[in-house]
């Protein structure tokens, strides 16, 4: 029998490389969470690049292998917020559930979210039109349009079954929007409620809304 040409326990070339790419993109998200915190806390226009060398630890030439500017940063932080819920809306929707249940799930899932990314969402909302013409930003809108509409196909859903009673579907959408939306404004990860909490208390108050009488 021939030989391996690889030792037993050695990793391939392949495995590096996937090791390599996995630590780049740990420590590139590093780098978007830290300049989110201080965008949130600072705004975009006040916060420099020395600022974000000093608060990610890494040399202006380190911190440029991992962005291309700051506006790029600004780009990086609006997709580590959509990206992630998008993936697991996809997961709750695709699953074999009624919409009520479906309808919780997301709800649970997207606040949870929002309350462990707090800062890219104030940043989201107050430096979106900065970067809104870039053509990379198409990326991101395409993500947020996909969630939405699976929001709506969940609602959809619930109206074909009889489960909701809607009259208005945009309304309806944008209520729900608004709600979670709003909510860096005055959520508290540490507070009395957990995410979750809070996600199925105003799943109850948007359900017994949308229950058919």
């Known amino acids: 029998m021939g030989s ?21 993109e740990q420590r ?8 989110a915190r ?17 608060a990610t630890g890494l040399q202006r030439g380190g911190l ?14 609006h997709e580590e917020l959509i990206t992630p819920l998008l993936v697991r809306a996809e997961a709750i929707v695709a699953a074999d559930a009624p919409a009520d249940a479906k309808l919780r ?25 900065l970067i809104e013409s870039d053509p990379a930003w198409v990326g991101v ?14 609602l959809d859903l619930g109206a074909r079954a009889g489960t909701f009673s809607i009259g208005d579907p945009d309304m309806v959408r944008l ?15 540490e507070g009395r409620l957990k995410p979750a909490e809070i996600a199925d208390r105003c799943c109850d108050v948007l359900l017994r809304g949308l229950l058919p009488r």
Do not use: C
Not at 28 to 35: D, F, I, K, P
Not at 49 to 54: G, T
Not at 141 to 154: D, I, T
């Open 4 to 24: 391996s040409l690889v030792e037993p326990g050695r990793p391939t070339e392949a495995g590096q490389r996937r090791r390599s790419r996995a630590k780049y």
């Open 28 to 35: 590139r998200r590093e780098v978007v969470n830290t300049a």
């Open 38 to 54: 201080l965008f949130a806390e600072r705004g975009y226009h006040n916060t420099s690049i020395d600022d974000l060398v000093e």
């Open 64 to 77: 440029y292998h991992y962005i291309d500017s700051k506006q790029h940063l600004l780009l990086l932080t």
């Open 105 to 129: 799930e997301l709800m649970r899932a997207w606040v949870t979210h929002v309350a462990t990314h707090r800062d890219h969402m104030v940043v989201f909302s107050e430096e979106r039109r």
């Open 141 to 154: 809108r395409a993500a947020r349009e996909r969630f939405q509409s699976l929001l709506e196909g969940v």
């Open 175 to 189: 209520s729900i929007l608004g709600i979670v939306n709003y909510m860096p404004q005055w959520l508290d990860p």
